[in-house]
């Protein structure tokens, strides 16, 4: 055996648990607020990795029982359960959980070696292929288990009583009729910040990264790069109009975005590695995000952003390697 | 003056584990029956063995003179016989055997007669070669030889003496603060002497508050003996490994970084070990030549202890006198983060053998599985050069060795810290020894490869300028027969010509047809 001799007690599971202990607030805040349908979908999203994991690491002839047993997916598992709508029939969380694991991530070599974010594959894969399941969503306060349980077993597609659009929706329509952004505001699909009752679940993810970072699970730099990525281009089309472009704040507490910023641009696996490039890689997502959402055809961008900066992260590697020791000061001189 | 201090990148808090043995003062090993003193004990040269079997040496004697500039002298550790020059196991991570001289001691202890010399009457050439004379080595581990360090023509502002002792589990350095701190100053400030630096600074980790007062005491005491010129200033500095690195520590010192491949004497710093400052002084002042050291005995033993050990003691007797506990199942030399595990416990301790532990699974616990790399960061963070050890470990993996370079594969210095913190157990340092030694195959291969088509080309070279130059000589030669034919015809023609002259004087006047 050679040095080093001793080894500070981490482990790959430990995180993997800290970063599901991380999501339960605003799993807790989602129960609250939009029904207990979401539980139901994290389970069919953990049972379905859990057996492809297992499936294609036999398949594979690996290790089964230490990589199942590091929690990565089911971490996969729950960020696509919280990624789609939470009332699409059972069978598409089934597939986008399929799609994450087996496509997304053991096609490339398993874990650590997938270039892009498998619950965004997942996600935009279902967004492609289920364009109209994939844009209904409940509307916050109908919190009958009952319907939503329906919905997801039952295939029954009756939904007009129970969806409302989403806030980024609701913008997105109503900028496009030429509607001012305050007036959009107005409506009753809005909060204090963000959609009703999702700007609460937007809270606990926030709540939950916080503690990501004390822990130092995950990197500073990420969700700041985001934020500022996101955040910062609201503000100055917002600054520049008001009436025409949605406040930061909005665009924060809406959507995906305390998922994205704290769980998502995250994934160390994914992400960019250097100091830099974190900000650089975290911050592009925040701005395609911005992108997609006021010009693209859909309302929501997160997913694009993640994928297409995951496409450029060899490269911001390659040209933002830190300084080494020594290295600094003989630049200089 | 207050030491503004300076932080180095990275680092990790082990837990320190100084406690089992940092109590127990410094005692002297006892004599063992026989003592096996390797020739190399220097990490640029050997020594050359002036002894033969059966000739009878004292403490302190001569037994190895140094080979070339780089070599140290070796000493005989005590008094008595030498019984063999032969190959011996070394306390290598190989365990491979290298030549010793075998003392068997008759116990009386004789010393040779000592021969102080004093620094301040004594030319610096002479200073220099007593050091070597002494076989004086760097004690902090690399062994290198003091003589070349501290004979380097550099500019030398500061002299940095290092009792940092950052890896756990030594306490060796700790031991010898406490108890000789005036014998470390004094060596010290004969260094300052070689170097020409103006002034001292001995950095002491803060968790070894006891060795900071006495050398600070120290200082105080030979501040009032009154030396000119020189700044001494004691500084404890916060305990973070590896602090001790002597370039992580030139950087708390003074704010300097040293990049690989240079030395900190290109930047006005040189650095030496407490020890290394003790044995300066032990053999200029009193004129004691290296023959032992102190070395830490500690971990699943019974005593734990400090002990002055004469060179060549054999590691198992060492382990004896401190009662190893049952569970043992390993010896480590050195520390837990860079140390090794000993192939053989028959090998001696040398002058680079700062720690012996007993190692259980219960101390020292088999690492986990290897997992697969996340990419999480966390060695990058720990890493104190600055390197990002997970490319290292995906380029080293997948043997693209151009990468491995390209990120500063040779300026990792293995402190294991990457592979203390990783999450998913993988044992970096042995990714990045594997592919540093490949690298270095691989250009040793180019070079001799290059070699070999530069002898080529020259000889063919050589070949073709030697056929140039015989049809040269041939062409050279051919014309001189031609010329000298040449010439044999004109004298014919002239003999022939005054022949005819001769035999008609009266033609005398009209010039000869020149035929």
């Not at chain 1, 993997?16 to 339960?24: D, E, G, H, S, Y």
């Not at chain 1, 694991?101 to 997942?122: C, E, R, S, T, W």
């Not at chain 1, 919905?151 to 109503?174: C, H, K, Q, V």
Request: overall charge neutral.
């Amino acid at each position: 055996m050679s040095s080093p001799h001793i080894r500070q007690p981490a482990s790959v599971r430990h995180i993997m648990f800290t970063v599901l202990l991380a999501l339960v607030p605003g799993i807790a805040a989602y129960v609250w607020q939009i029904g207990a349908g979401i539980l139901l979908n994290l389970a069919i999203a953990s049972a379905t990795a859990l057996a492809a994991e297992t499936l294609v690491l036999k398949l594979r002839r690996r290790p089964v029982a230490i990589t199942v047993g590091d929690g990565s997916a089911l971490v996969t598992a729950w960020l696509v359960a919280l990624a789609l709508p939470c009332i699409v029939p059972w069978w598409l969380t089934v597939i986008a959980a399929l799609i994450a694991i087996v496509g997304a991530k053991h096609l490339y070599g398993g874990i650590g070696q997938n270039p892009f974010n498998p619950a965004m594959i997942a996600y935009c894969a279902m967004i492609v292929a289920y364009p109209a399941i994939m844009s209904q969503w409940p509307a916050a306060g109908d919190t009958d288990f009952a319907v939503q349980l329906q919905l997801i077993l039952g295939g029954s597609r009756e939904i007009d009583g129970i969806t409302g659009a989403t806030a980024l929706d609701a913008m997105r329509t109503g900028l496009r009729s030429h509607s001012e952004v305050n007036a959009i505001l107005a409506t009753s699909a809005f909060g204090f910040a963000g959609g009703r009752g999702w700007e609460w679940i937007a809270a606990g993810y926030l709540l939950g990264g916080g503690f990501l970072l004390t822990r130092r699970i995950i990197a500073w730099r990420l969700p700041l790069g985001f934020i500022a990525g996101l955040g910062g281009t609201a503000a100055l089309f917002w600054f520049i109009s008001p009436e025409r472009f949605p406040s930061p704040l909005f665009h924060l507490a809406s959507g995906g975005a305390m998922l994205a910023a704290f769980f998502i641009v995250t994934d160390p696996v994914t992400s960019a590695t250097t100091p830099r490039g974190k900000l650089i890689f975290a911050a592009g997502v925040g701005i395609i995000a911005w992108i997609v959402r006021s010009f693209g055809a859909y309302p929501e961008g997160i997913a694009f952003g993640v994928l297409l900066m995951n496409i450029c992260v060899p490269w911001i590697d390659r040209h933002t390697q830190p300084a080494v020791f020594g290295q600094r000061q003989e630049t200089r001189s | 003056m207050i030491q503004r201090l300076f932080r180095f990148r990275g680092g990790i808090e082990p837990a320190p584990h100084k406690r089992e043995s940092s109590a127990a003062p410094i005692r002297p090993a006892p004599l063992p029956p026989k003592l096996v003193v390797p020739l190399i004990q220097s990490s640029r040269g050997a020594a050359r063995t002036i002894v033969t079997v059966g000739d009878k040496v004292l403490k302190g004697q001569c037994i190895g003179e140094p080979e070339g500039a780089g070599g140290t002298a070796i000493h005989a550790p005590t008094s008595g016989a030498v019984t063999e020059i032969g190959r011996y196991p070394m306390a290598h991570p190989s365990g491979l055997a290298s030549l010793a001289i075998v003392l068997e001691s008759d116990g009386e202890e004789r010393w040779i007669t000592p021969e102080p010399l004093d620094p301040a009457h004594a030319s610096r050439e002479e200073l220099l070669l007593r050091i070597q004379a002494s076989g004086i080595v760097g004690m902090g581990g690399a062994v290198f030889p003091s003589h070349i360090k501290i004979g380097k023509d550099a500019a030398i502002e500061t002299l940095v003496i290092n009792g940092a002792e950052c890896e756990p589990w030594i306490t060796c350095d700790d031991r010898l603060m406490r108890e000789r701190a005036a014998d470390i100053l004094a060596g010290a400030k004969i260094l300052c002497l070689l170097n020409g630096a103006r002034r001292i600074l001995i950095g002491i980790e803060d968790n070894k508050p006891e060795a900071i007062a006495a050398m600070t005491a120290a200082a105080r005491e030979s501040h009032g003996g009154g030396e000119a010129g020189v700044d001494v200033e004691i500084v404890p500095i916060p305990a973070r490994y590896p602090a001790g690195g002597e370039k992580q520590l030139i950087r708390v010192l003074t704010g300097i970084e040293v990049p690989a491949g240079k030395i900190a004497g290109d930047f006005g710093v040189q650095c030496f070990n407490v020890g290394t400052a003790h044995a300066v002084c032990r053999a200029l002042a009193h004129g004691e030549a290296m023959i032992s050291r102190i070395v830490t005995v500690t971990g699943n033993v019974e005593r734990p202890g400090n002990y002055e050990v004469l060179l060549g003691t054999p590691i198992s007797s060492l382990l004896a006198l401190c009662g190893v506990r049952p569970g043992t199942d390993r010896t480590l030399m050195g520390g837990p983060m860079m140390g090794f595990t000993l192939p053989s416990l028959d090998a001696p301790i040398t002058k680079g053998s700062n720690c012996i532990i007993a190692a259980s699974p219960a101390l020292f616990p088999p690492p986990p599985p290897e997992q697969a790399c996340i990419r999480c960061g966390t060695c990058a963070h720990a890493c104190p050069i600055g390197l990002q050890p997970f490319e290292l470990y995906w380029a080293s993996r997948a043997k693209r060795f151009d990468d491995a370079n390209r990120y500063h594969i040779f300026d990792c210095i293995e402190c294991g810290c990457c592979a203390y913190v990783c999450p998913a157990h993988i044992p970096l340092v042995d990714y990045f020894r594997f592919a540093k030694s490949e690298i270095r195959a691989r250009d040793e291969e180019q070079k001799a490869a290059s070699q070999a088509r530069a002898r080529f080309e020259s000889r063919l070279a050589r070949l073709e300028r030697e056929k140039a130059e015989k049809a040269a000589r041939l062409a050279a030669k051919a014309a001189e027969t031609r010329a000298s034919l040449a010439a044999g015809d004109a004298a014919l023609i002239a003999a022939a010509v005054q022949r005819t002259q001769a035999q008609s004087p009266d033609d005398a006047t009209t010039p000869p047809d020149p035929i």
